[in-house]
């Protein structure tokens, strides 16, 4: 058989409760991603992180990124993408596979916009500087030594449904922190890591990666490069080659770039990027800067942010929707500032972004619009009973180094407290009553890791069935009794 759209996973809890500290939760918790980071950011003191590379998270807790691996063949080689391994950066980066939940832009607004029934979320990052509003995890981050510009963040969209046991997990009134950057290596132990742009998607073409053929064969990359390196400050030329700017507008960091990979025998290339809209049909300026993008290509709409100078667009979640087809019968390109019809609040400001604080990386994600085939969606239905108290934070993930993939279950934030405790494991399978995959898994906090036998009873007992959907992340409530459970669920 196969997965379809809800399989979740549940772990109770059968001794009393102790409190732990979680930290990492949301949509994105623990999810595989890759993206780009400043000059400064160091890994270890005295080991830069590759940062022309572009870097790779995978699936899991406390996993370091890495510089994101070569692909040979005609499989699209991101390591090859031509803005990478130059004298300049990117700023902002997308694969075009983001799902914008937001209404076409109209008199200068753009409103949140979420499927009845459904739910919508965005990652992103933000600048070092950024402090959040006061009280918010954004702002307990910047306290920290580690600090807050490396760090992976979600929020969930207003007007996103969930199970009613779920709920809890996802709130839709302030960011929660889904991967901290010294858990995914950006923090050296003093100097604090600077994430500069970030997507989901790409890991979809990774090795094993089951949701392979749900993702186009070449696809489009979507980026902007800084203003520092398209207007050096010492008043020397454009760092970036003048031919990418093909539409005879001026070079500007503010300005979005495409480039599509052309899938060839025994090879491929990426195609010598060009402009997709300029800085000129956003309404802004030559000088200002994007600094983080989420473009949904089938959409023809984008999300992004500039660097906040305190003028022109300077909220920092804009939406642009430019010529497609039927679908936009003016066909021009109409940008407005993204907010939530309900307070007409900008969505920043929800998200807990402080008035000069900076949005510098973005990513969005809408399972009900990533059906992928028999797998369902990209990003499962979050499913459960009851509401808990959320403690801690579990992902099961296909290892996709194995032949004959195996299914990891990574729990988080199970403090010294728990060692000894007796874990039951739950799996829901399309929302019928859960399957009870361990009886009774000791908690160890050294190692709490566990693997799942593959082709497991829950499973279908189908290695062929399965593989194609085992890669989900859940988000797990301990409960204090069995049947309570909880998750997002997650392909890659
Ligand atoms: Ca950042
Ligand atoms: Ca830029
Ligand atoms: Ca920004």
Redesign the pocket.
Known sequence: MHFTRLTALAVVFTAASTQAVQLNEGPVVAAPCVFGVDETTFSAPGVPIGAKRMQRKRAGFDLPAFPIEPITGAEPDFDELPFLNQVFFADAFSIGQDVINATPPNSGVSFIDVPPMGWGAIAF????ATKGEPGSVMFDQYLKPDGT??DIYSFTLPGSTFASGVAPCYPTDTAQLAQDSPSIGLFDGTSQG???YLDLYVPAYMAGSPARDFVPDQPVAFFSVRDEDAHPRDGSPSLVPAGWFDDGSPQSGATILMTRWIMGVGGGFWTTPKVHLNYDELGLQEDDDIDALAVSQAQCLALFSIVNTGGGLAEQLQVVKWGCGSAWAGGGVEVGEYRDQSTMEPVARSMDIEADGEI??LCTIDPSDQELGSCGPYYGWPTGKSAFKKELAAQVYRDDAATLPTATLVIDGISPAYAGKRLHVYVLVNGFAPIKVYDELIVTTTDPTRTIPFASPFLGGSPGGASLCMDFAAVIVPAPKVGAVISGLRLY
């Not at 990052?125 to 070092?128: A, E, I, L, P, T």
């Open positions: 990052s933000v600048s070092r510009g490396g600077e994430m500069t510098d990386g």
